[in-house]
């Protein structure tokens, strides 16, 4: 099964605001909004970041938003810093039982 | 406070089989459906399939049938991944992630145990 698109790396600097983007179809970013989005850094397991679209765990810094539209969801990092610096998946419902990765993107804070 | 830890590092040889298991504490295990993610070296996170925790009926994602097989011991809290004539290509980080009520996302992972398959 195909991946869900996200670009292979972004980056920032100290303060600034980026933005990653993930792209699927109408079998699962399109019609769920089940859209999740993880940090993973390196050695290390992922941690959810935000789920059911644009929706925060206890914990998570509100420099973490995120959306979507259409096909595609967004997560916003905002005020870069240093620890910002990792990998970042999305992640959707596909199908009634199925979910379904990004391929990932390497997030640089310059 | 909620854990998840896992079994540590295997190294087999191919052909073999490997069980990885993922002990829940902090929570009872079937109050919360279990999903199984590889992760090869370099390469992003890939979803493998979950297992019902209530009822222990599994789903597997495609390319993950035949050889992988998820299973529980609720009498200990723990979640199984086996692997069964293992091959090079199955050498990855395996994570168990616990999914919140919705399903839909994991808001509690294992450490990852490292499988090396190689002769």
């Known amino acids: 099964q195909s991946a869900l698109t996200q670009p292979a790396s972004v980056s920032g600097s100290p303060g600034q605001s980026i933005a990653i983007s993930c792209t699927g179809t109408?079998?699962?970013?399109?019609?769920?909004?089940?859209v999740s989005w993880y940090q993973q850094h390196p050695g290390k397991a992922p941690k959810l970041m935000i789920y059911?679209?644009?929706n925060r765990p206890s914990g998570v810094s509100n420099r973490f938003s995120a959306s979507k539209s259409g096909n595609t969801a967004s997560l916003t990092i905002s005020g870069l810093q240093s620890e910002d610096e990792a990998d970042y998946y999305c992640?959707?419902?596909?199908?009634?039982?199925?979910?379904?990765f990004g391929g990932g993107t390497k997030l640089t804070v310059l | 406070q909620v854990q998840l830890v896992q079994s540590g590092s295997e190294l087999k040889k191919p052909g073999a089989s490997v069980k990885v298991s993922c002990k829940a504490s902090?929570?009872?295990?079937?109050?919360?459906?279990m999903n199984w993610v590889r992760q090869a070296p370099g390469q992003g996170l890939e979803w493998m399939g979950w297992?019902?925790?209530?009822?222990?009926?599994?789903s597997y994602a495609q390319g993950f049938t035949g050889r992988f097989v998820f299973s529980l011991d609720t009498s200990v809290n723990t979640a199984y991944l086996q692997i069964s004539s293992l091959e090079a290509e199955d050498t990855a980080v395996y994570y168990c992630?616990?999914?919140?009520?919705?399903?839909?996302?994991?808001?509690?992972w294992g450490q990852g145990t490292l499988v090396t398959v190689s002769s």
């Open positions: 297992i019902n925790t209530n009822t222990g009926n599994p």
């Open positions: 902090g929570y009872t295990l079937r109050s919360h459906a």
């Open positions: 992640s959707s419902k596909r199908g009634s039982n199925s979910l379904v």
């Open positions: 109408n079998s699962d970013i399109g019609i769920y909004n089940y």
């Open positions: 992630a616990r999914a919140q009520y919705s399903g839909n996302a994991y808001d509690y």
């Open positions: 059911d679209v644009s």
